[in-house]
């Protein structure tokens, strides 16, 4: 199911807490929402989610408005908030069976979702248990067990990893992963790593404002502009090579990383790649190259400088 989102505001008082931002998530597509901590990115879920209203704008989903339809959306989407609504003092199976009956599903399919939501969130050995005695890896599994117990076409997940050791954040991405390849999912997260190892797509939102929307390679590619290559080139004096890599029409830059194993980074000229360039460079010189690797940049840089304006 498509999500759009068209020129969505929202204040407290006279702070934009979303600033006019509009965005599309496709069926099937893992959307990441990155951030830093009030950027506006738990205020976008919950006007997605028809928790509040928007001061102007509107959200379609499905084809169906957040302002004039939301109760069929909400029918349509799973939520889980950064703080998981779990009742501690009953078991997981009445949880369920609890949260199928607030959703309607019908009386006959409760057993069948709730023994689904068992198996896909890993819950097999925990299911009798109490959910104050679970631990936060397993009480985040309830939570997504809730969200989906309904069948949503829709899942939307607020830092779904907060406060987990990293053997459970590696189980929880793994777990969403799977749950993506059925369903829309739109989480937000202000680790880096989180959405590069969920996401299909990121949106980074600073200040209420979409500052950029791509995969992370295509962030890479626009933040990093000009091409950068670690080489090795041996059997050669280094400055004489250093010298003769300048003189490379499509190189902008060298410098010496460590002349002791003769290796340098070249920065080509924008839009140019040197990579052939410098095997040309090296066979003519009878020079052979011990290392070609380009350099990518990395995503907390982007994040660093998108978010500190």
């Known amino acids: 199911m498509d ?10 008082g006279e702070q934009k807490a979303v600033d006019n931002i509009s965005f599309k998530v496709k069926g099937g597509e893992i959307l990441g929402l990155l951030g830093p901590n009030g950027a506006g990115k738990t205020t976008t879920m919950k006007m997605i989610s028809c928790y509040l209203k928007p001061e102007s704008g509107d959200v379609l989903v499905g084809g169906y408005s957040i ?47 709730i023994l689904d939501m068992i198996r ?46 990293p053997n459970q954040i590696v189980e929880i991405r793994e777990l969403i992963k799977r749950i993506g390849k059925e369903k829309t999912v739109i989480l937000s997260s202000h680790i880096l790593a ?27 590619k626009q933040a990093s502009g000009n091409e950068i290559l670690r080489v090795g080139i041996q059997e050669g004096d280094p400055n004489e090579i250093f010298d003769k890599l300048k003189e490379i029409e499509t190189i902008e830059s060298v410098d010496f990383i460590n002349s002791k194993d003769n290796l340098y980074e070249i920065q080509s000229l924008k839009d140019l790649s040197s990579i052939k360039n410098i095997f040309d ?24 400088e998108l978010t500190l304006h």
Do not use: W
Request: net charge negative; glycine share 6%.
């Open 281 to 304: 460079f090296c066979v003519k010189n009878q020079y052979y190259i011990s290392e070609l690797t380009p350099t990518e940049t990395k995503l907390e840089d982007i994040f660093r």
């Open 3 to 12: 999500i759009s989102v068209k020129n969505l505001t929202k204040k407290y």
């Open 67 to 113: 302002l004039e339809q939301p109760g069929q959306i909400k029918s349509t989407i799973g939520y889980l908030p950064e703080n998981n609504p779990l009742y501690n003092d009953m078991n997981i199976v009445d949880f369920l069976k609890f949260i199928a009956k607030i959703h309607k599903v019908p009386k006959h399919l409760i057993i069948e979702r």
């Open 120 to 165: 896909i969130c890993g819950l097999e050995g925990e299911k009798h248990k109490l959910i104050g005695e679970l631990s936060k890896g397993y009480q985040q599994r309830v939570g997504l067990a809730q969200a989906l117990i309904h069948d949503p076409e829709i899942l939307i997940l607020d830092e779904p990893t907060t406060g987990l050791d």
């Open 194 to 220: 989180e959405v590069e190892a969920t996401c299909d797509r990121i949106i980074i939102i600073n200040n209420g404002r979409i500052v950029v929307d791509g995969t992370a390679e295509e962030l890479r």
